[in-house]
């Protein structure tokens, strides 16, 4: 395993350009947010150990967090602008997936725990020798670079602070590490339901819209601070415009 190496060039940080207003929220997407933020992880869980060895560890974009077109769905873990560092798996368990791309999430490997659980570690450099090798072996029968392999449980399996990859930045602008957690319906939950995260402030509502959807309801009311209640009929969705703070960072 190489040792982590700088960044070559400079950066517009891991998260990209976020919305920051309702102009660009769709109610399907704020239906999906409400579903997503509800599912509970599962109780009495012992916190997971930090993946990456960095010092402090700290995040760079946040689970639900407001994208242009889309919700991001886990954390972005800081790799302090370079590529190389040791991926620990958190977790026993088998790897399920693994996947090569040049957009979107790179190198992925998706690893399940014992639970049914799935995480999902993207961008990263390279894959431990079990999935490298099973990868480099699909690419020449094939004779192409993008490729998405399914492995039966059990097949590669994988314990607890063993390293299944190094960091990178594969299929994004900027060297950091994307950790998803799925349930055993691959709905996202927060992976800081899980992790010991350091963080420790609040989110902080900015602005509440209800937005009609059906022909009997209003045109949308946008809810002031400070309103105690607001007549409706119909139905709605409702969206709300919130920042979450990481140290001085705030995520939409």
Same mark, same amino acid.
């Given at each position: 395993?190489n040792?982590?190496?700088?960044?070559?060039?400079?950066?517009?940080?891991?998260?990209?350009?976020?919305?920051?207003?309702?102009?660009?929220?769709?109610?399907?997407?704020?239906?999906?947010?409400?579903?997503?933020?509800?599912?509970?992880?599962?109780?009495?869980?012992?916190?997971?150990?930090?993946?990456?060895?960095?010092?402090?560890?700290?995040?760079?974009?946040?689970?639900?967090?407001?994208?242009?077109?889309?919700?991001?769905?886990?954390?972005?873990?800081?790799?302090?602008?370079?590529?190389?560092?040791?991926?620990?798996?958190? #977790?026993?368990?088998? @790897?399920?997936? =693994? +996947?090569?791309?040049?957009?979107?999430?790179?190198?992925? *490997?998706?690893? $399940?725990? !014992?639970?049914?659980?799935?995480?999902?570690?993207?961008?990263?450099?390279?894959?431990?020798?079990?999935?490298?090798?099973?990868?480099?072996?699909?690419?020449?029968?094939s004779?192409?670079?993008?490729?998405?392999?399914?492995?039966?449980?059990g097949?590669?399996?994988?314990?607890?602070?063993?390293?299944?990859?190094?960091?990178?930045e594969?299929?994004?602008?900027?060297?950091?590490?994307?950790l998803?957690?799925?349930?055993?319906?691959?709905?996202?939950?927060?992976?800081?339901?899980?992790?010991?995260?350091?963080?420790? #402030?609040?989110?902080? @509502?900015?602005? =509440? +819209?209800?937005?009609?959807?059906?022909?009997?309801?209003? *045109?949308?009311? $946008?809810? !002031?601070?400070?309103?105690?209640?607001v007549?409706?009929?119909?139905q709605?969705?409702?969206?709300?415009?919130?920042?979450?703070?990481?140290?001085?960072?705030p995520?939409?």
């Open positions: 395993m040792p982590p190496r700088p960044q070559t060039g400079p950066r517009n940080g891991a998260s990209g350009k976020a919305s920051t207003g309702f102009r660009l929220w769709q109610p399907g997407w704020t239906i999906l947010a409400v579903l997503v933020s509800v599912v509970p992880a599962s109780a009495e869980v012992s916190a997971w150990l930090w993946p990456v060895p960095t010092d402090p560890p700290a995040i760079t974009g946040t689970f639900m967090e407001s994208r242009e077109t889309r919700f991001h769905t886990g954390l972005d873990i800081r790799t302090a602008g370079r590529i190389g560092w040791p991926v620990a798996s958190p #977790v026993d368990g088998s @790897v399920r997936r =693994i +996947r090569c791309s040049a957009r979107g999430y790179g190198l992925a *490997l998706y690893l $399940e725990d !014992e639970a049914g659980r799935t995480l999902v570690f993207a961008h990263l450099d390279r894959f431990f020798a079990p999935a490298a090798e099973r990868l480099a072996a699909a690419q020449r029968a004779g192409r670079y993008e490729q998405d392999l399914e492995f039966p449980r097949e590669i399996p994988v314990q607890s602070g063993e390293v299944v990859a190094l960091s990178g594969t299929g994004t602008g900027a060297p950091h590490l994307h998803e957690v799925r349930d055993g319906g691959q709905r996202p939950v927060n992976p800081a339901d899980f992790l010991d995260l350091p963080d420790r #402030v609040p989110p902080e @509502v900015l602005g =509440i +819209r209800l937005v009609p959807v059906d022909p009997e309801s209003p *045109l949308p009311v $946008e809810i !002031e601070p400070g309103t105690v209640s007549a409706a009929r119909g709605w969705a409702v969206q709300v415009l919130a920042v979450d703070r990481t140290g001085s960072a995520f939409p």
